[in-house]
């Protein structure tokens, strides 16, 4: 089942303890769908300005995302600059130019329209209940936010979490949006906001995922995927997208969902935001195997498999 | 087989947001011993003061608990202050009473002399390694430390590393040992300084063992063990030294030491590390059930299973 991706595409300046690079392609739609490419068909949505060459969108096509609904605005793309220092956990924004992205309003595709499995980026949520419901075919609903609309615009993303089934989230973000800074307990709080599930992604500890009673009729034990530190770090950023594409595209290759292929997929997740991070951008992204995911996958595994 | 613990007896006055406790039993020594003692007979070597009584030391006995290596020594028992914000993670520490604990000089009982497993609590590292020495019998060595003797005394820690087996450290002091920021690499130099084996603990997210190459002759892949966020954190004080019970108790109950019994150690750590928190000081170390116990152990094992 392909699945759509709504999001931002970006330029992005970082600097990192492992180096610099300029104008790489970013944004939480880009690394999402790369890393669901790898799994299933994917479709996206966003917005770039001139600088977006054929050369850019090629980057997707070649790992054949459908690219029609990017909608091509006049004036720059999204860019952002940040860096990270010797703790590579957090991202310090040094600009945010919005340009073309600030007046985003999301365009479905006719072709589109028979989505079933969609993404909702890190967006105003009022976007996201948008896109949301205008597409009446959705079995399942995965949404990301930030600190920036649950401060700022928490009403709006109260509304919106109710359209969303499963949403994937940090541990300051859940503690945030809940109010507690005990995470079992804001997990249950959250999860009374709307949410049948709730991923919470714990950076290099791996995530873990909670459900609402009755949420896939699978229990509410929760369940956490380990991820393996890796020695060379070098650019965290869109880490927790590629995370998201990795749950997302392995959620919608699959003919059903139980709590199996729910655990599964949040061990994909940690193995693709694991790879994210060993090289500057998507370029890690670029050009993985099916066996080299597989591989990590197995490692994962093993890391707290006890017989 | 039975395991000695070196380390402190003391008195804690203890806030967190659940409430506050005054004069209740703690030390490192304390909550190892009284952790250890589901798994092994345990044997202890601390020093109290007068404010020690017969009902104080039958919180150990109760447990088994061999209490002839408790030195009762004119003055007052250490005793500590502190409290937890929200943020239950970190202790501040409000005072540190040192009293008979200051100058606290191992005193090995003869009946001790033939003890096989060791755990060497959080004291001066020369301390350490001077209990290490003199007992001959010695297979397996474990060993606390933190921020102060690794800043302090780093070249007496250094000097006794080398006769530790096992070293049980947080993800602060593993970096902060190594003088490196990414964990893997920080696990990599610490083994290069004498352990076989490094249990890096990550607080709520459970804990990573890392094995130095040829150690144990089980591989060097690392193994993470994922502990269940609970819901109702009293205290944290003691955490760490009732992982460590849990842990060298299950070693020490073995007659083999492979690495699927190591793996399993660093899940009975992690139980008795969450079962700590649960209350105040050693409340619910005193009365657990082997069933309670078990019954964790195979939550934490199902928190990350995958078929």
């Given amino acids: 089942m392909s699945i759509l991706a709504v999001g931002s595409v970006a330029f992005d300046d970082i600097t990192s303890p492992a180096g610099s690079v300029k104008n790489v392609l970013g944004g939480s739609a880009t690394y999402f769908s790369l890393a669901a490419s790898y799994f299933t068909e994917v479709r996206i949505v966003a917005v770039v300005g001139d600088d977006f060459t054929a050369e850019h969108e090629n980057i997707l096509k070649k790992r054949g995302v459908d690219t029609r609904g990017i909608e091509h605005a006049s004036g720059n793309s999204f860019h952002w600059g940040g860096h990270y220092t010797e703790n590579l956990n957090e991202a310090k924004t040094d600009y945010t130019h919005l340009n073309v992205f600030e007046r985003f309003q999301p365009r479905i595709p006719?072709?589109?329209?028979?989505?079933?499995?969609?993404?909702?980026?890190?967006?105003?949520?009022?976007?996201?209940?948008?896109?949301?419901?205008?597409?009446?075919?959705?079995?399942?609903?995965?949404?990301?936010?930030?600190?920036?609309?649950?401060?700022?615009?928490?009403?709006?993303?109260?509304?919106?979490?109710?359209?969303?089934?499963?949403?994937?989230?940090?541990?300051?973000?859940?503690?945030?949006?809940?109010?507690?800074?005990?995470?079992?307990?804001?997990?249950?709080?959250?999860?009374?906001?709307?949410?049948?599930?709730?991923?919470?992604?714990?950076?290099?500890?791996?995530?873990?995922?909670?459900?609402?009673?009755?949420?896939?009729?699978?229990?509410?034990?929760?369940?956490?995927?380990?991820?393996?530190?890796?020695?060379?770090?070098?650019?965290?950023?869109?880490?927790?997208?590629?995370?998201?594409?990795?749950?997302?595209?392995?959620?919608?290759?699959?003919?059903?969902?139980?709590?199996?292929?729910?655990?599964?997929?949040?061990?994909y997740a940690g193995v693709m935001g694991s790879f994210a991070v060993e090289r500057f951008g998507t370029e890690r992204l670029q050009s993985l195997t099916r066996e080299e995911i597989e591989g990590r996958f197995q490692l994962f595994r093993e890391l707290s498999h006890l017989e």
């Fill in 110 to 267: 006719a072709e589109y329209q028979d989505t079933q499995f969609l993404f909702l980026g890190n967006i105003h949520p009022n976007l996201q209940a948008a896109v949301r419901l205008e597409l009446d075919k959705v079995r399942l609903t995965g949404g990301d936010t930030m600190n920036y609309w649950i401060n700022g615009t928490r009403p709006e993303l109260l509304e919106t979490l109710k359209l969303v089934n499963v949403l994937l989230i940090n541990d300051t973000e859940a503690k945030m949006l809940a109010g507690d800074s005990n995470l079992p307990r804001a997990a249950r709080k959250v999860l009374a906001m709307g949410p049948q599930a709730l991923v919470i992604k714990h950076g290099e500890y791996g995530a873990t995922i909670f459900f609402r009673e009755g949420a896939f009729g699978i229990g509410t034990h929760p369940f956490r995927a380990p991820a393996l530190p890796i020695e060379e770090v070098k650019d965290p950023t869109g880490a927790g997208d590629s995370f998201a594409g990795g749950f997302m595209g392995y959620l919608a290759s699959q003919s059903e969902l139980n709590r199996e292929v729910l655990k599964r997929a949040l061990f």
